[in-house]
């Protein structure tokens, strides 16, 4: 059973000195689709956007002191997007600014191959989310180290 409501505050959260941790996921699936004839495999990868603007990114928000990395993960991907899946091996680590509160950051990304897509999540009144091809997501997300962590998953992928 899904919790319906996301964690709030900042009392628990990590810091990696004086950098707030934060931890994201990029969802992704393969669509099977037939074009004349020729089954192919595409790759998509789920996109939301923030609570404040309609800017697209990942879901990620902050590592708590209570959980896993790979928790961390997981649940933020539940919170923001809704999705369920396997937390595969990290894809990177980002220091980064954050534009609106200019704070320093740590971001932590790993790839979660969906498995189950809600229908009711936490945070689905304040987030739209779409799945996108590779290079839409690219393009649409606001956050450059977001875009690094598509690339490393996009090569990560494409070598297997």
Same mark, same amino acid.
């Given at each position: 059973m899904?919790?319906l409501?996301?964690?709030?505050?900042r009392?628990?959260?990590?810091?990696?000195?004086?950098?707030?941790?934060v931890? %994201?996921?990029?969802?992704?699936?393969?669509?099977i689709?037939s074009?004349?004839?020729?089954?192919s /495999? $595409?790759?998509? =990868? !789920?996109?939301?956007t923030?609570?404040k603007?309609?800017?697209m990114?990942?879901p990620?928000? %902050?590592?708590e002191?209570?959980?896993?990395?790979?928790?961390a993960?997981?649940?933020?991907?539940? /919170? $923001?997007?809704? =999705? !369920?899946?396997?937390?595969e091996r990290?894809?990177?680590?980002?220091d980064f600014?954050?534009?609106?509160r200019?704070t320093f950051?740590?971001?932590?990304m790993?790839?979660?191959l969906?498995?189950?897509?809600?229908?009711?999540?936490?945070?689905?009144?304040?987030?739209?989310?779409l799945?996108m091809?590779?290079?839409?997501?690219?393009?649409?997300?606001r956050?450059?180290?977001?875009?690094e962590?598509l690339?490393?998953?996009?090569?990560r992928l494409s070598s297997?």
């Amino acid at each position: 059973m899904a919790f319906l409501v996301s964690r709030t505050g900042r009392q628990f959260q990590r810091y990696n000195e004086g950098r707030r941790q934060v931890v %994201g996921c990029i969802p992704y699936r393969f669509k099977i689709s037939s074009d004349e004839g020729t089954m192919s /495999e $595409e790759l998509q =990868v !789920l996109v939301i956007t923030s609570q404040k603007s309609h800017a697209m990114m990942f879901p990620k928000g %902050g590592w708590e002191l209570d959980e896993s990395v790979e928790e961390a993960a997981s649940r933020e991907s539940l /919170e $923001e997007a809704g =999705v !369920l899946g396997n937390i595969e091996r990290q894809l990177g680590e980002w220091d980064f600014m954050s534009k609106s509160r200019g704070t320093f950051y740590e971001g932590l990304m790993f790839p979660m191959l969906v498995k189950e897509q809600l229908d009711l999540w936490p945070e689905q009144h304040l987030r739209q989310r779409l799945w996108m091809r590779v290079d839409e997501a690219r393009e649409a997300c606001r956050d450059w180290w977001m875009k690094e962590a598509l690339d490393v998953l996009v090569e990560r992928l494409s070598s297997k």
